[in-house]
């Protein structure tokens, strides 16, 4: 296998609490080329970013005492779903039969008390016989438990595995020699532990189980990802439409999509008409017009007419594969909360099996007799009690089910580390044009001065901005266009960003710009920057054309505001969150929008280069700063930033400029990522919360330490049940954020 410099996807199985996360990541990041290395503890999986290739970190992750398989297309994941399922029932029998050999024990000697003592007649051979059977259950049941704990122990690490094995094991021994060597143990602890050991197994299994079948909802949102995309697709070959499988289709290839399919490929519309839902990746409910020249996205659903598209994105390069990907890595990814947690639970077994060890010694030389007894008990319910589990799934659990859900919405999050700080914001600045607008404007009047031709300005404003890709541009070229006004060929092109554009037609040197780039080209406005004004104060963007050096008119262009925006500005608002506008329009104009959607402050006329400087003047006032921008022209601000929003309506978002890509054009997409954020730290907190205080209370309980003042000891069978349902606790709280809804839905906007 050849080395790559691509993420590489693991499934990584023998995990079975957060200490083992810390070896595997310890093991991968040892590998020659390795430079980052990520565990997904409540997934199962690594992603491993560098140069190397798969089978050198398969060999060092079992090298580590575990096994692992690389992840290379939906085939593997399928196969990882499948062997998870498998294992979730093997789990229930497990769990079964361990329960089928401990519930008679349970009845018939706590609750009825029929079972023979060991001194009764023929009692030495029934619990002989019942060792025997438990036996089975620690093979049977405890077995992976035994294996892991061995496996760790060779490597000199210590899981929840070895935990386990030392509670089951020497409950299961020492009932065994009380059992043959009755006379080598005091009279008052000849008692038996067989059903606690097996109650245990049974316990612990069969919560491993709830807790597998739990965390397998929190990747609904990777699935159905997965499942939009169709199996096959229909292209014309030698002219005729056949049928193939999605991995078929090539680059270029025309396809036909017809009624309610699903789009196979990216690609551009070359005959038809129909409507495409695209609410699965963007979020937004209405259906979007294709026709001729238009985008269409893999994975979205076609609704009404019948199409032929040019395939353009296939595979990897697909948005659904990209938006993948995205959210595997940003589910992989920890925030420094669990980071944190990662760090405490490597260390938490071993200061377990100290915490037990100190127990035994305690009971056995301060206790009351039966001290052996006594020590046993308390030394087993501690490494019993104990779940590193519940510690090591409270943040990737949240993580998962907090990027999916985004990622439903149309929210596509970079990192847990952005998920994390988006919830502390304080200010959001907004770009105007293609933000707080819909970056489609349009000429709305053309003034001239005299002797000046109207259409002949247009044909040379159009001619010079046709090499230009400024949205402002594109309007002056569509209305040139509309009105069946020909463009001619520029020379000497030049932009300014920020400024203006300046070329040469027919031998005339044209200028369009704002006032600030045509006087530093000499242009004298005079009584034109007033016409300016007024179109500004109507919401409207002066464009001064010169030609040949002297002002020949202004061209007013309007972008309207976007449906939605100044309810999504005031859901910001009542978030707590302060809005400000930075844009490189004419302050009047930039002050006609601000007033309209109620925004706290504005920042006009800035160049893009200055955006990064205003964020960060905002910063320097003790904000935490969102920006939202395009992702292309705000790049330095979106870096700038301490989370950067790329917000975009179409397939060909800047996932790569931000750290939340937003799919679809609305801004309440912006809220929607916030308040996702705030959910899932809010959700971490209570995991984690409720894993610490059921260790810190837990194990001490467990040791004995209420004993002196109420006489309780926990029962090793209590401890395994508290310990079983901990973890399935933490999974199921953090599933409560799969019932949350968009700001959008609550405020009913669908623009």
Not at 314 to 341: T, Y
Not at 350 to 355: E, F, K, S, T
Not at 502 to 528: C, E, F, M, T
Not at 568 to 596: C, P, Q, S, W
Request: hydrophobic content about 50%.
């Amino acid at each position: 296998m050849t080395t790559t410099h691509e993420p590489i996807r693991l499934s990584v199985s023998g995990m079975s609490c957060a200490g083992c996360v810390a070896t595997v990541e310890d093991a991968l990041r040892a590998v020659p080329g390795v430079t980052r290395a990520s565990v997904n503890f409540a997934e199962h999986t690594a992603q491993v970013d560098g140069s190397m290739n798969a089978d050198t970190l398969v060999a060092a992750i079992r090298k580590a005492g575990y096994d692992a398989a690389e992840l290379r297309g939906v085939a593997d994941e399928e196969e990882k779903e499948a062997a998870e399922f498998a294992h979730y029932r093997k789990l229930l029998r497990q769990a079964t039969v361990a329960g089928a050999i401990a519930l008679p024990l349970v009845v018939g000697d706590m609750l009825l008390g029929l079972l023979p003592m060991l001194h009764d007649p023929g009692g030495r051979a029934f619990w002989f016989t019942v060792g025997i059977a438990t036996l089975f259950a620690l093979v049977y049941s405890g077995g992976h438990f035994f294996i892991g704990a061995w496996k760790s122990f060779r490597n000199h690490n210590a899981n929840m595995d070895t935990l386990i094995a030392l509670g089951t094991g020497c409950a299961w021994l020492y009932s065994m020699v009380v059992v043959i060597f009755p006379d080598s143990v005091p009279v008052l602890a000849r008692h038996a532990y067989f059903e606690a050991a097996a109650v245990i197994l049974a316990l612990i299994n069969f919560g491993s189980a709830l807790e597998m079948r739990a965390r397998g909802k929190t990747s609904e949102a990777i699935r159905r990802l997965i499942g939009l995309q169709p199996k096959t697709a229909r292209v014309l070959r030698d002219g005729m439409e056949v049928d193939v499988p999605i991995t078929g289709v090539g680059l270029d290839e025309t396809v036909r999509v017809r009624p309610g399919e699903k789009i196979p490929v990216d690609g551009v519309v070359l005959d038809g008409h129909s409507t495409v839902d695209e609410s699965m990746l963007s979020g937004e409910p209405i259906p979007v017009e294709k026709s001729p020249g238009a985008e269409v996205v893999g994975g979205t659903l076609n609704k009404s007419g019948s199409f032929l598209f040019q395939a353009k994105r296939i595979g990897k390069d697909m948005a659904l594969a990209r938006i993948i990907e995205l959210v595997r890595q940003a589910q992989n990814s920890k925030p420094a909360i669990g980071r944190l947690a990662d760090r405490i639970a490597s260390v938490f077994v071993p200061a377990v099996l100290i915490v037990a060890v100190v127990t035994f010694l305690l009971w056995y030389n301060l206790g009351p007799d039966p001290r052996v007894s006594f020590a046993l008990v308390t030394a087993i319910t501690v490494l019993v009690i104990a779940c590193p589990c519940a510690l090591g799934l409270a943040t990737p659990i949240s993580i998962m089910v907090g990027v999916g859900k985004a990622a439903e919405h149309g929210i596509l999050i970079r990192s847990g580390e952005a998920l994390q700080r988006a919830g502390q914001l304080s200010v959001i600045v907004l770009d105007k044009t293609g933000t707080v607008t819909l970056g489609q404007p349009r000429v709305t009047q053309i003034e001239t001065t005299d002797g000046v031709d109207e259409v002949e300005l247009l044909r040379l404003a159009a001619s010079v901005e046709a090499a230009s890709e400024h949205p402002l541009a594109e309007a002056v070229v569509e209305s040139a266009r509309s009105r069946g006004i020909a463009t001619t060929a520029v020379e000497q092109f030049a932009a300014s960003a920020g400024g203006g554009v300046s070329g040469k037609v027919d031998g005339r040197s044209v200028l369009l710009g704002n006032p600030r780039y045509l006087n530093a080209q000499g242009v004298a406005l005079d009584d034109w920057e007033q016409c300016g004004t007024q179109l500004a104060a109507q919401a409207q963007t002066p464009l001064y054309v010169a030609i040949d050096g002297m002002i020949a008119g202004v061209i007013g262009v309007a972008d309207p505001i976007k449906p939605g925006a100044r309810a999504a500005i005031a859901a910001l608002h009542k978030a707590g969150l302060r809005v400000v506008m930075l844009t490189g329009d004419h302050h009047v104009t930039a002050d006609v929008v601000a007033r309209e959607l109620n925004i706290d402050e504005v920042r006009a006329e800035v160049l893009p280069a200055d955006k990064a400087s205003e964020v960060a003047r905002l910063q320097d006032t003790g904000a935490v700063v969102g920006m939202v921008g395009d992702g292309i022209n705000d790049a330095p601000a979106l870096a700038r930033a301490d989370v950067g929003f790329a917000i975009g309506s179409g397939t060909d978002v800047a996932m790569e400029s931000a750290d939340v890509t937003l799919i679809g054009g609305s801004l309440f997409g912006v809220l929607d990522a916030i308040q996702i954020s705030r959910a899932t730290v809010r959700n971490i907190r209570q995991n984690l919360f409720g894993a610490f205080v059921y260790n810190v209370v837990g194990i001490p309980v467990a040791a004995g330490v209420l004993y002196p003042f109420i006489g309780m000891l926990l029962n090793p069978m209590i401890a395994g049940a508290a310990m079983a349902l901990s973890s399935v606790t933490v999974v199921s709280n953090a599933n409560r954020l799969r019932a949350w809804k968009s700001a959008r839905q609550s405020a009913g906007e669908t623009a």
